[in-house]
């Protein structure tokens, strides 16, 4: 009977137990449907607005932008990544923070150059209010992060010691001056240069990222919860030389000095491919200073004056109205046409087709222009049509002008117009338009393409290879051309540009000296030019040079001022190019070639110390200089016989290195 009662008991128990489960589980299933019921009847989007969207965003996360290189590898411009450091208060705990604070103020002190007590008020301050996203520094570079994340406290991370990183990038020009105006950039809305020409390439895909509301100012990243991964952008090599922008620069910036000019301009481009290897464009600050800030080669449009007169004599050339044996007559060089007065700076006389560019005379070209097209200017108009001077270039760069050439449908025009464009006026054209003209001649009449891009890369990977891109199959006759080279070379040899003349560098080119906004009172303004190009009898490099408002008082002329500018860049470009022995001399004269060529000796900068490099031939030692880092200076050719520094002197990277060679 007592086992019974014991078994009832249990029994009794166990129900209870179970009904009390059914009931629980009962209420969770009713709480449960409950809440269903209520999530389909409840407004998701209020929630959304009232917490998630007020409390989390989305932001960008910055794609890296593509490197900019020159044809070389060497960056011109690069992005770099920027720590920006804050410190979380609340997450630091009170006895580490007690324990640590004044070894962390001291490295801090250290580092920034402020006092310990400075940081320490202020850090009190802050972890009193616990807050949670307060700004310590911003802008850091790697080095400088690497060393403060090792500092007390810091050094425990986010969590446990509040340091909180947030990177940026950063665009940053490897160059300080060369090129920075070419180079360009590109802010969004403002796009200049080589940066905003090539930003499709350069700019990557951002991604995203989630942050976490702090207080009504204040959002905190959240590292781990990125909604997508950012895709940087592609490397883009130019077509850039940074050997040749360097020498081009120095020779532009020296000109102008010596001149007081206010601006100039260099295009330096590789005749067989129309790569473009230079280009500086340098204009007079308020301090006297020249930058290169602002791209005149594209963006102005300018009358250019006798460097014109090439293409309009090119034009009679090609349509056979004159030839070697053609002459004019400039009589004393004052020649009236159409009420207009023409006249020469110099010389009379009858000249042959050569002397006309040689002496660059406005009444011979004027003379030859008018008698053959003055009744139908529009043949005349044709080949500069057909020579792509009427056109908008098609490059990369943004910012490139129009051409304006006056037509016989402008109300402008008269009948002196074509006698005006023949020598260089009533036209207004960019000087890369004019460069690129001068290379088709130098090409043999194939007119290229200036190209400023050389390849596209993308995780080592060449995703494009830029080639020439003709523009005009055929310029001229092979003979108009083969007679242009020849008066070009002429000019250089005993004409305007026989300044420049060197026996070991042929040249071909033409000066030019213009005026402009002469229908304004005061001074007259000049703008001097050369434009050229080298080895004339095998060219390698066309080169186009333009000086702006000269002193007059010290020179004005295209000879004087700016083909040395033009000397200067053939000379040293053209130092590690080998030149050819001609076969004539071998045989005639049984030249022993061995000892004509000298062997390279090997300059090397031991201890910071000048070397002695006297007595060796300057063509082996300059480009070792300059392989180094050092910027040199010379005059002459041949053996060095002075240095400066001297042997034994202290020298530095980058600096400068004067060399007198023989001549």
Known sequence: ??????????????????????????????????????????????????????????????????????????????????YDIYLDFKTMKDTIYSNHIGALTDSLSKMFGKSRGEFRQKFDEQKKKKNQYYTLVKGLDFDQYDRIRQFPIFKRGKNKGGFIVDRNYKRELATSEIGAGTIGMD????????????????????????????????WKPIDFWKVQEPIDGEDVYTTLDLRIQDIAHSALQK????????????????????????LVNLRRTESGEYEDSYNYALKDNIEPGS?????????????????????????????????????????????????????SSNVGTAKLITKFYAEKPQIFLDHLKRWKLFDKMDIELPGITKPKILTPENKRWNAATLASISFGYSSNVNLLQLATFYNGVANGGKM????????????????????????????????????????????????TGRSIFTPNLKMAGKTGTARFEYWLPGPMKYRASFAG?????????????????????????????????????????FLKTPQNIEKEMLVDKKVNLSK????????????????????????????????????????????????????????????????????
């Open 1 to 82: 009977m007592q086992k019974q009662n014991e078994y009832d008991n249990k029994r009794k128990k166990t129900l209870r137990w179970g009904y009390l489960f059914a009931v629980v589980a009962l209420c969770v299933f009713v709480m449960f449907l409950a809440r269903i019921v209520i999530l389909q009847n409840t407004n998701v989007q209020e929630i959304k607005d009232d917490y998630i969207n007020k409390n989390y965003r989305e932001a960008t996360l910055k794609a890296a932008r593509g490197n900019l290189f020159a044809s070389d590898g060497s960056i011109l411009a690069t992005t770099v990544m920027r």
């Open 187 to 218: 802010n969004g809305d403002l796009k200049s240069g080589l940066e905003g020409a090539f930003s499709k390439y350069l700019t990557g895909t951002d991604g995203k990222r989630l942050e976490q509301r702090i207080n009504s100012s204040q």
């Open 255 to 278: 000109q102008l000095i010596h001149y007081e000019a206010k601006h100039g301009t260099v295009v330096v481009m590789e005749v067989e491919t129309g790569k473009v290897r230079a």
């Open 307 to 359: 460097t014109f007169k090439t293409i309009s004599l090119l034009a009679a050339m090609d349509d056979g109205f004159i030839d070697e044996n053609s002459t004019v007559n400039v009589g004393n060089g004052v020649w009236t046409y159409a009420k207009q007065r023409i006249s020469d700076g110099h010389g009379g006389g009858t000249y042959d087709i050569s002397d006309v560019l040689a002496k």
């Open 448 to 495: 290229l393409k200036p190209l400023f891009i050389d390849k596209i890369m993308k995780d080592g990977k060449v995703m494009y290879s830029a080639k020439p891109e003709v523009m005009v199959n055929k310029m001229a006759s092979e003979k108009a051309i083969k007679m242009m080279t020849s008066a070009l070379t002429k000019a250089v040899e005993k004409g």
């Open 533 to 573: 190009f080298y080895p004339a009898d095998a060219p390698k490099y066309t080169c186009y040079v333009m000086v702006s408002e000269p002193n007059t008082a010290i020179g004005f002329y295209g000879g004087p001022v700016a083909a040395p500018v033009f000397k200067e860049i053939a000379g040293k470009t």
């Open 596 to 663: 004509m060529v000298e062997p390279n000796v090997k300059v090397a900068v031991n201890d910071k110390q000048m070397p002695n490099v006297v007595g060796l031939i300057g063509k082996n030692v300059i480009p070792q200089l300059e392989n180094l880092g050092y910027r040199v200076d010379f005059k002459g050719v041949g053996r060095i016989k002075e240095q400066f520094p001297l042997e034994g002197t202290t020298i530095s990277k980058n600096q400068r290195i004067y060399l007198s060679l023989q001549n």
